[in-house]
Each structure stands twice: as structure tokens, then as C-alpha cells.
């Protein structure tokens, strides 16, 4: 009995083989019917076998099967007459090749034909995208745009390419599209494939996009590939900015003053640049240079309040800590001497900071700590 139910098992098996080639040889014929002028519905036919075959799993693992699907779907997605019914035709042909390129069949001998048949493909992958695009499918859009770089990975098995301003355009719209589909993972994909492939002169730019969706995303990755970045580029001004604000939301505002001079060489009547600088070799304790640097901002600008701001604050803060050390100070007839003394030397401070603070009221007459610090100043000087 045993023997009876394995014969006719085998013989279902054989059975449906053979039915599955069929679907294959069946899907060939029409294709040929297509190309012989006989109409756009021999594609859905030829589809809905071939679709049939590659669920089998004999006619899957051959070549054929795959080559057939990638041909009709690609007559499918350039074809006016069918197109609308199948969307997203020119992605099952990328799946098709992508899959012939998996299977890597040696008696395969139609690779010439496919390459020929990718490159063409592009294009309708390229348009699919744009039409996505604009109407607002940016999921598929990401799809298709990305299509075109599977497509070139195909082909650079078999020693072509993509045109590179093709693959290029492609890569960039399709991290845009993703940005625009929210999908900030496939985005940073679609832009480090651009990096490795992307002509020198746009690569900064890209560094730039990169390191701003990590910072949303992943804030270790954004330093990593803004510390990659310079050094490849260790005068893009943008990246060293990006460089400087890692630093300073971090309080390390001393190790910002190498990269921050930098830009100073570059931009050296940016008033921005200089009161961070200025800043920055404040917090190391360098305040001399710190006020040269306050200083240098006012005199291309006068009305910066933070600048105006950094320099009051710096004076103000000398006196202040001049006042700490003259309250801890006893009745003694030696410590009331030492009290007059400092005093004088508060009220000269307290003196020379309240112009710079006045000017930043002018600017920002309700600032908090601008108020603050000449309420202090009239209260301790009289």
C-alpha cells in the first residue's frame, strides 16, 4: 500500500512539473504573440503564467523562468495600452533580474539581451518616479528611483552600468523621496549608497544631509560621519560648523577653538564665528583673548547684543567674584581695608561692564539677564 500511495505521489509530482513548464513554454508563446503585433493582452496573459511558474519549485530555480518574467513585465511597464492595470510593473522586472543574477545559471547565455533590456528599463524606472513624485507617492517613488540602483547592481555584474548621471539623479531623488515618505532609515540608505558611487563635488553636500537626519536618528553615527567627512574635507565650512555645534551642546567649547579659527581664516569679519570663538576660549579661562575677541565683534558691529552681552558679562562676573571674596570677609580693622580696597576694584569693574550691558538693553530691552545684571550693578555700587 505504502508502495502504491509513493507511486502515485511521484507521479502527482511529475504531473505538476510538467504543468508548471507548460506555464513557462506558455508564457514564452505569448510574448511572442505580443511582439508579433498581436496585442497587449497576451502580456496579461504571459504574466498570469509566468507569475504561476516561479510559485513552483522547479521552474523557479531556472533562469528561464525568470528571464521570461523580467522581459514581459518590462513590455508591461513601457506599454501605454496596459501599463495602468500593473503600476508597478518595472519593479517586478528589477525583482526578475535581481533574482536571474541570484540563480547565476553558467548555461544562461542571454545576458547581452537582459543588459540591453536593464538599460532600457531605466528609464521607465526614472519616469515611474518622477510621476510617484508628483503625486505625492513618495513611498513609491523611493521605489522606483531605487529600482534603478538594483537595476545597476545587475548590471555591474556583467560589466555595464547605469549612466552615472542617471544612477546619481536616481540615488538623490530617492533619499528625497523617502525624507518626503517620513522614512528617515531609507533615506540615510538612499544617501550612503550615494557616497560611494557620487561625483567629489557633491559629496560634502551629502555628508551635511547625512549627519542632519542622524541627528534625529542616531546622534553616535551623525559625529562619525561628521569626523569622516573632515577628514576628506577638512575645509568644508559646513561640516566644521556641524563640528562646532557637537562641541558646544556637549559644554567642550574649548576643543571648538582649532576648527572654529578655521573658519575665522576663512570668514574673518563674520561676527558669528568670532563671538564663539570668543566664547570658546572664554570657557578654557582664557578671558584676555576672550575680550579681544568681544571686542573684535564690536567693531564691525557695535549693536551685537551678544557680543555686548559676552563682553558686560565677562567684566561683570570679574567683579562679582570680587564681591564672593568681600562678604566673606570679618570686621577685622586688617580685613575692612582689604574690604575698601576690593571695593574699589568692584565698583571700577561693575563701571566698565555697565556700558556693554546698556547697549544690549538697547538691543533686547527685555532680556532676563541683561536686566538682572544692572539691577545688580545700581544695588552693590551705591
Known sequence: MKKLIFASISVFFAASAMAQSGKVISAFNAMQSYNNKEGASYLEEGAKNIDVA????????????????????????SDEAIHAKYPKASLE????????????????????????????????LFNNGVEAFQAKDFKSAYEFFMGISDVNDVLAAHNSKVTENTLNTALRNAGLSAENAKDTVAAI?????????????LKPAMYQTLVLLNKKHDLAE?????????????????????????FFSEGKQGEAIE?????????????????????????????????????KVLALN???????????????????????????????????????????????????????????????????????????????SK
Not at 189 to 200: E, I, S
Not at 225 to 242: N, Q
Open 54 to 77: 516561479i510559485t513552483d519549485e522547479t521552474t523557479s530555480k531556472a533562469t528561464k523562468t525568470w528571464w521570461y518574467r523580467a522581459e514581459i513585465y518590462s513590455y508591461i511597464a
Open 93 to 124: 522586472a528589477v525583482r526578475s533580474f535581481k533574482m536571474m543574477q541570484q540563480l547565476n545559471e553558467p548555461k544562461f547565455k542571454d545576458w547581452s539581451d537582459a543588459t540591453e533590456m536593464m538599460k532600457a528599463l531605466t528609464s521607465v
Open 189 to 201: 540608505g538612499a544617501y550612503k549608497r550615494f557616497l560611494a558611487v557620487g561625483p567629489d563635488s
Open 222 to 246: 551623525a559625529k562619525r560621519l561628521t569626523d569622516e567627512a573632515l577628514t576628506k574635507y577638512p575645509d568644508d565650512r559646513e561640516l566644521l560648523i556641524d563640528k562646532i555645534n557637537f
Open 259 to 295: 576648527f572654529l579659527k578655521k573658519l575665522a581664516a576663512k570668514d574673518p569679519n563674520n561676527e558669528s564665528i568670532l563671538y564663539n570663538l570668543a566664547v570658546a576660549y572664554e570657557s578654557t579661562g582664557d578671558t584676555v583673548t576672550a575680550r579681544q575677541g568681544y571686542e
Open 302 to 380: 557695535p549693536n551685537n547684543f551678544d557680543a555686548n552681552l559676552g563682553l558686560g558679562a565677562l567684566i561683570f562676573n570679574k567683579a562679582n567674584a570680587i564681591n564672593k571674596v568681600m562678604n566673606t570677609l570679618s570686621m577685622s580693622p586688617a580685613d575692612q581695608k582689604k574690604y575698601d580696597t576690593m571695593k574699589v576694584e568692584r565698583n571700577a569693574l561693575f563701571n566698565e561692564a555697565k556700558p556693554y550691558l546698556e547697549k544690549a538693553k538697547t538691543v533686547k530691552p527685555d532680556d532676563p539677564e541683561v536686566k538682572k545684571a544692572l539691577t545688580t550693578i545700581e544695588a552693590i
